[in-house]
């Protein structure tokens, strides 16, 4: 019943907004909000998808289908992080201004459409972790329904299940400057590196895959349970290669796994 009930939330602070601009990932919870919302406010939403060196082809097909498939207006603008003034240097607020440029052109898209809220899919799970792109989110006065109905990750898996929202078991995803240690440079070539790397994982069968790039290393974690498939020669002896191909020199797995942010974790 609890579950209902933030649903239900959910409904009603999206029937008070009665249009709205969604910022849309293609990922699990933007997707399940940009359904309900366009259950809630019909042809009054828009979605809007950015594209980047930051952002991977697959996550952006995935957004075109996923949008098709609701039926909703759906916009591509562009959004490259790299010509933003600090953010290559990969300062810790990296993501503030990430957001804060990606908002910013969102609040554009509403104001030619004569809409006034922006809204993301940031969660009620998201409060606990370090998060700058929320302040640029304030800042800006973008609205979290998701998070205001009091709605975790796995209440929305579950209610993207019972919806048949297709993104209820999607392995999470962040964009790609978060592969990369505070600090580092994040560039082109990079970003393209960690791109082709794990894509190459993923094709091989893999689930939840990050690739964090520590300059010549690349660090691997996948979930804790496709941990034991790298004990197998052959498939390590596949990875190696192909990573050097990419331009890795050396190539390791993590042994704890893949968890969210584990890049803030020298912030601890």
């Given at each position: 019943?609890?579950?209902?009930?933030?649903?239900?939330?959910?409904?009603?602070?999206?029937?008070?907004?009665?249009?709205?601009?969604?910022?849309?990932?293609?990922?699990?919870?933007?997707?399940?909000?940009?359904?309900?919302?366009?259950?809630?406010?019909?042809?009054?939403?828009?979605?809007?998808?950015?594209?980047?060196?930051?952002?991977?082809?697959?996550?952006?097909?995935?957004?075109?289908?996923?949008?098709?498939?609701?039926?909703?207006?759906?916009?591509?603008?562009?959004?490259?992080?790299?010509?933003?003034?600090?953010?290559?240097?990969?300062?810790?607020?990296?993501?503030?201004?990430?957001?804060?440029?990606?908002?910013?052109?969102?609040?554009?898209?509403?104001?030619?459409?004569?809409?006034?809220?922006v809204l993301d899919g940031s969660n009620y799970d998201?409060?606990?972790?370090?998060?700058?792109?929320?302040?640029?989110?304030?800042?800006?006065?973008?609205?979290?329904?998701?998070?205001?109905?009091?709605?975790?990750?796995?209440?929305?898996?579950?209610?993207?299940?019972?919806?048949?929202?297709?993104?209820?078991?999607?392995?999470?995803?962040?964009?790609?400057?978060?592969?990369?240690?505070?600090?580092?440079?994040?560039?082109?070539?990079?970003?393209?590196?960690?791109?082709?790397?794990?894509?190459?994982?993923?094709?091989?069968?893999?689930?939840?895959?990050?690739?964090?790039?520590?300059?010549?290393?690349?660090?691997?974690?996948?979930?804790?349970?496709?941990?034991?498939?790298?004990?197998?020669?052959?498939?390590?002896?596949?990875?190696?290669?192909?990573?050097?191909?990419?331009?890795?020199?050396?190539?390791?797995?993590?042994?704890?796994?893949?968890?969210?942010?584990?890049?803030?974790?020298?912030?601890?």
């Amino acid at each position: 019943m609890e579950l209902n009930q933030k649903l239900q939330k959910l409904q009603e602070i999206l029937k008070e907004l009665d249009s709205a601009v969604v910022a849309f990932s293609g990922g699990v919870d933007s997707t399940f909000l940009l359904k309900v919302a366009h259950d809630v406010l019909g042809e009054n939403v828009i979605a809007v998808t950015a594209t980047s060196s930051t952002y991977p082809e697959r996550e952006l097909k995935e957004a075109i289908k996923y949008a098709k498939e609701f039926k909703v207006r759906h916009e591509i603008i562009e959004s490259e992080e790299l010509d933003i003034d600090g953010f290559a240097k990969n300062p810790t607020n990296r993501c503030y201004y990430c957001k804060h440029e990606l908002f910013s052109k969102l609040r554009e898209v509403a104001k030619q459409n004569n809409i006034k809220y922006v809204l993301d899919g940031s969660n009620y799970d998201d409060i606990g972790d370090f998060r700058p792109g929320m302040e640029a989110a304030k800042e800006l006065k973008v609205i979290s329904p998701l998070k205001e109905a009091k709605l975790t990750k796995e209440d929305i898996r579950m209610l993207s299940k019972n919806m048949n929202v297709p993104t209820w078991d999607k392995p999470a995803f962040a964009c790609l400057s978060s592969r990369f240690p505070y600090g580092q440079e994040i560039t082109a070539e990079k970003l393209k590196m960690v791109e082709l790397a794990e894509q190459f994982l993923l094709d091989m069968g893999f689930k939840q895959v990050r690739v964090r790039h520590h300059g010549e290393i690349a660090r691997i974690e996948v979930s804790r349970n496709e941990r034991e498939k790298f004990f197998e020669a052959d498939i390590m002896d596949t990875i190696g290669a192909e990573f050097k191909k990419i331009g890795f020199t050396y190539v390791t797995l993590d042994i704890l796994g893949y968890r969210t942010g584990s890049m803030n974790e020298v912030l601890k």
